[in-house]
């Protein structure tokens, strides 16, 4: 029986603790992921590359200009692969992808994309996938890799796209975790706020942006937080986490 697939989005938020690379949440999430490829082809989304860049220089306040985006982009990348590579040379191989968003314009780089997704999943290769914000500028200006995550899901006909961020899942107006969106609508955009953090930019917006566009494609999608202890396998467990947009 083939196995469904999964794409699991990380948010930058996740990554730092108290100004610092948290290497125990992304080993934890790396255990959890060993464990659940048994059973499930697993592709996963980082955001972080200028968070980390912003770690190793020692900045406290994103900067605005695209250039010095791009150039800690550059710098984190490198650093936050290593760290991945790291932690999971025990347990299984990654590779490493760097897209841009007319990788998924194209035709014929959507299919390269695709086949090359494809093998590293026969392999038995965890896929790794970032924007490449030193040449790009839509994940720095849309945010977070929330729409990336989606796109890659509905490119490789995922059943399931997990996002995790720092907060529990939507809020309703009384700060009440929805546990079911049965369709996105104006009303439910308007439950979103702002990224709070100077080491994102996306919020809660840009993930319903991309629920939207992951259950279009009958994706089932499901925001919540990846600081609740074994939040993968409680979600593929069928318990109730977060957040459940319905495909």
Do not use: C, W
């Given at each position: ?11 930058a938020s996740l990554l730092q603790k108290e100004n610092k690379i948290d290497e125990n949440f992304i080993r934890d999430i790396l255990i959890q992921i060993a464990e659940i490829k048994k059973n499930w082809q697993v592709v996963l989304v980082t ?201």
């Open positions: 029986m083939e196995k469904k697939s999964l794409v699991i989005k990380i948010g955001s972080g590359a200028i968070a980390t860049g912003m770690n190793f220089l020692g900045l406290k306040k994103r900067p605005k200009e695209m250039p010095e985006l791009q150039a800690l982009a550059a710098i984190g990348q490198h650093f936050l692969m290593n760290l991945y590579r790291e932690l999971t040379k025990s347990m299984f191989p990654i590779g490493q992808m760097l897209l841009t968003y007319e990788d998924l314009d194209s035709l014929k780089r959507r299919q390269n994309l695709k086949n090359t997704i494809n093998e590293l999943l026969k392999m038995g290769a965890l896929p790794v996938i970032n924007e490449n914000d030193s040449t790009a500028i839509e994940e720095i200006r849309f945010g977070d890799n929330d729409k990336l995550s989606a796109l890659v899901a509905e490119l490789i006909r995922a059943q399931l796209l997990i996002l995790l961020t720092d907060v529990e899942g939507l809020y309703d107006k009384n700060k009440i975790v929805i546990p079911v969106v049965e369709k996105i609508t104006p009303e439910i955009k308007n439950l979103a706020g702002k990224a709070k953090s100077e080491v994102t930019t996306g919020g809660m917006i840009s993930k319903i942006i991309a629920a939207e566009i992951a259950t279009k494609a009958g994706i089932a999608t499901i925001i919540a937080s990846g600081r609740k202890r074994n939040v993968l396998l409680q979600i593929l467990k069928g318990e109730d986490v977060g957040t459940k947009f319905l495909s």
